[in-house]
C-alpha cells in the first residue's frame, strides 16, 4: 500500500513531460555559426501533409522567403543568410519554430574564382530551349556555386570533419562575384581545338589577367553549343586539376537562378529535346536531370584542382556520384525516363565525398575557414629504404594523410586527425603490390601545412631486393587494406581504412588533367 501511494504522489508532483516540437531541425543546433551563406535544414514535421517554407526576418533579399521540400514527416529547406545572426522561421501549416542561425563569412584567402568566357566577340548568351530564358547566368552561377558550396559542408560534417568547405570571392550584396572574361579567339577556333589544347589556352589567359597561386579557377565557356547535324556538342569538356576547371553551359539553363528556385529545379519534369540542346542528364532526359549532373560534375572538376583524384565509391562526387548531387536538397526525385514513378531515396543513396576523398580536403589550404600563417618549406617526400626495403613517408611538418592510388583511382587512405602528426611513416613493399595487384600504384602525401607530394611508388618498388618477385597480375586491382610498419618517430598507426561500399559505379569516363 506505502509503494502505491508513493508511485502516484510521484506521478502527481513530477515535472510535466517537454513535447516535442512539431516542427524539427536535426541537422542543425538552434544558435549554430555557419561560414557560408547558404545554410541547409533537415528535419521532422508532426503534420505529414504540410509543406514547409523557410522565412529569414533579418533579411530583405529576395531569397527572404524560401519553400523547401517535405514529404512524410521529413522535410529539407534552404535559408540565405547575412553576415551575422538570422533569425529564421520555419512554418509547416499552422506551426511555427523561431530558429537562429548565424553566419561568420571565412578570412581563409584561398578561395574560389568564377569566370564566365565569351570568345573574342564577347556574346555572354549560354544556349537553351527556352524561348523566354533571362539569361541571367550571373545568378546561376552565384546559386549554383553556393550549393556546391553548402553541399561540401554538409557533406563533410557527416563524415566527423565539422562543416569545412571552400570559400567563395563575394561581393559588397553578397553574392559570388563572377568575372566574365573575353577570349582571344572565335567560337570556331576553340571548336577546332582538342580538349587539352584548349584546356592549356585557357589555363594560360586566366592566369594573365588574374595572377596568383591561392585561387582555384572554375571557368564556364559561355559559347558552348550543340550541332543538330551531327549530334555533337562543341566548346564543352569537363576538366580540372592545377588552377583550373574548366566546363561547358550546355546545361546552365536548367540551373536554379536563386536559391528559392533550387526545390522547383530539381522538380522539374520537362523533357529534353536530345536532337535540338545537349542533354547532359545521365539519360534520364528532363531539365531536373541536366541540372543534377552539370552541377555536381563542376564541382567534380573542382575536386580535382583540390588535387583528387577520382575514386570507386559510386556515390562519391569524384565518381559518377555527382549525377546525384540533387539528393542533397530534395527528398523525392521525380519522374524521368530513368524512373516513370517518384523516386525516393535513402540517405545512403545521396551523392558525398567518399571518406578517401574528404580526409584530403580536410588538410587543404583551401578548407581552412581562417586565414592562418603556413610554412612553405619541408615538403614531404617519399624514398625507399634500400636496407628494408621499405617505403618511408616522411614530412618536417608532420603527415596528415597518405592515399593510396592505383591506376589513377583513389583506393585506400591512412589520415591522422585525431593525434599527433607522425613525421615519419613506413611501408612494406608487401602491403601495397600484392594486394593492388599492380606496380601501377602511386602515394599522394598531404601534411600539416597543407603541402602535398605525389609519388609514383613504381619506379621505386623496383629498386626491392632481387629476391623479392614482384607479381604482374593484369586483372582489375581491388582496394587493400595496408599495414604501416613501426618507426622510431611515429606512432603504430592503424590499417589504411578501406573506402569501397555498395556497387560498382557506371562506367561512364570522365576525362581530366593535372598541371
Known sequence: MLRTRLALLAVLFASPAVAAEPVRVTNLDDGAVLRYPLALLRG????????????????????????????????????????????????????ELPFVLTYKPQTNPYFVRVVWMTDAGGGTAYESPLENDPQDYENKLDTGLKLMQCFTAERMNDLGFGRVTFNLEFDDRGRVRVHTVKGDLPAESYYRMDEQAWYRH?????????????????????????????????????????????????????????????????ADTHPVDGKAVFDDSAFRGTF?????????????????????????????????????????????????????????????????????????????????????????????????????????????????????????????????????????????EADLTPRAKTTDVRLRVLDDQGLSRSVEAGPLLERRKKDVPLPGHAEEPVAPSLTPTTSQTSRTPRPFSSTRRGASPRKTKRSRTRA
Not at 211 to 237: I, M, S, W
Not at 239 to 260: D, H, R
Not at 323 to 349: G, H, I, K, M, Y
Open 44 to 95: 521532422r514535421l508532426d503534420d505529414t501533409a504540410a509543406d514547409i517554407v523557410c522565412v529569414n526576418q533579418s533579411s530583405g533579399r529576395p531569397s527572404r522567403t524560401i519553400k523547401g521540400v517535405a514529404d512524410r514527416g521529413r522535410f529539407v529547406v534552404l535559408a540565405e543568410l547575412l553576415p551575422g545572426d538570422n533569425r529564421l522561421l520555419l512554418r509547416a501549416g499552422a506551426q
Open 202 to 266: 585557357v589555363d594560360e589567359l586566366v592566369r594573365r589577367r588574374f595572377p596568383g597561386d591561392r585561387t582555384k579557377n572554375l571557368v564556364l565557356a559561355a559559347y558552348t553549343r550543340f550541332d543538330p547535324q551531327t549530334g555533337k556538342v562543341r566548346g564543352h569538356t569537363a576538366l580540372g586539376g592545377g588552377q583550373l576547371a574548366l566546363f561547358g553551359s550546355g546545361g546552365l539553363f536548367a540551373w536554379p537562378s536563386t536559391p528559392a528556385d533550387v526545390a522547383a529545379a530539381f
Open 288 to 428: 531536373w536531370g541536366v541540372a543534377a549532373t552539370t552541377l555536381g560534375s563542376a564541382l567534380h572538376e573542382l575536386g580535382h584542382t583540390f588535387d583528387l583524384p577520382h575514386s570507386r565509391e559510386p556515390l562519391d562526387v569524384m565518381t559518377r556520384g555527382f549525377d546525384r548531387f540533387n539528393r542533397a536538397f530534395t527528398l523525392v526525385e521525380p519522374p524521368s525516363r530513368l524512373n516513370r514513378q517518384p523516386l525516393r531515396f535513402a540517405e545512403r543513396e545521396v551523392a558525398c565525398f567518399a571518406p578517401v576523398s574528404a580526409a584530403y580536403l580536410k588538410g587543404s589550404r583551401w578548407f581552412a575557414l581562417d586565414e592562418r600563417p603556413y610554412r612553405d618549406a619541408g615538403r614531404p617526400s617519399v624514398r625507399l629504404d634500400d636496407d628494408s626495403g621499405e617505403l618511408v613517408v616522411e614530412a618536417d611538418n608532420g603527415v596528415r594523410y597518405i592515399g593510396l592510388d592505383v591506376r589513377g583511382e583513389a583506393v585506400d587512405f591512412r589520415a591522422y586527425w585525431d593525434r599527433e602528426p607522425p613525421k615519419e611513416v613506413r611501408f612494406r
